[in-house]
T-cell receptor, first 112, second 113 residues
Framework: TQLLEQSPQFLSIQEGENLTVYCNSS?????LQWYRQEPGEGPVLLVT?????EVKKLKRLTFQFGDARKDSSLHITAAQPGDTGLYLC????????????FGTGTKLQVIP | KAGVTQTPRYLIKTRGQQVTLSCSPI?????VSWYQQTPGQGLQFLFE???????NKGNFPGRFSGRQFSNSRSEMNVSTLELGDSALYLC????????????FGEGSRLTVL
């Protein structure tokens, strides 16, 4: 069974602070996604990383895929209240049909 | 283009009843996956359909079933509802070329009393 552990589980910070969320697994993934989910809504795809060592930036968000494609991190610079939500990482493996394994989630609250 | 549409958004059932949830994927997407989300267990994979065939199934009892129609729309059914089935049920569609990217609907919030 593939497991994706995220840390921290909960994070409450002041507006303007920086933060990093980690996503770790013992399995190798062909791609890894990050999603953000707001209460009562479905997760929304933020980014996909596919190459070991890859770094992608989306405005104030920086995503990194580990060299061995087993882990990833999400760094947010100068967090804003609009960043509040549940952040989920998800790993996928290639080869015919497959299911996506989701991480345990990180609940972020940015206080104005 | 229109996103993934799930109906109904909210429903309340009692133990022992059954429920059917519907999902219309993004136009052109032929793969539909279903997930159950609860505060304690997070997002758990139920099953995935592609071209009307179930390709993969998670570890859920046989009370949970699904199907996909020729227009890629999908339904999932839960029979003999239990209190523990209360959850947000999410449907996601994806493109034929597998990238792992999922596009979710807003979910169906099921409450079992």
């Amino acid at each position: 069974t593939q497991l994706l552990e995220q840390s921290p589980q909960f994070l409450s910070i002041q507006e303007g602070e920086n933060l990093t969320v980690y996503c770790n697994s013992s399995s190798v993934f062909s791609s890894l996604q990050w999603y953000r989910q707001e209460p009562g809504e479905g997760p929304v795809l933020l980014v996909t990383v596919v190459t070991g060592g890859e770094v992608k930036k989306l405005k104030r968000l920086t995503f990194q895929f580990g060299d061995a494609r087993k882990d990833s991190s999400l760094h947010i610079t100068a967090a804003q209240p609009g960043d509040t939500g549940l952040y989920l990482c998800a790993g996928a493996q290639s080869g015919g049909y497959q299911k996506v394994t989701f991480g345990t989630g990180t609940k972020l609250q940015v206080i104005p | 283009k229109a996103g993934v549409t799930q109906t109904p958004r909210y429903l309340i059932k009692t133990r022992g009843q059954q429920v059917t949830l519907s999902c219309s994927p993004i136009s052109g997407h032929r793969s539909v996956s279903w997930y159950q989300q609860t505060p304690g267990q997070g997002l758990q994979f139920l099953f995935e359909y592609f071209s009307e065939t179930q390709r993969n199934k998670g570890n859920f009892p046989g009370r949970f079933s699904g199907r996909q129609f020729s227009n890629s729309r999908s339904e999932m059914n839960v029979s003999t509802l239990e209190l523990g089935d209360s959850a947000l049920y999410l449907c996601a569609s994806s493109q034929r070329d597998w990238t792992g990217e999922l596009f979710f609907g807003e979910g169906s919030r099921l409450t079992v009393l």
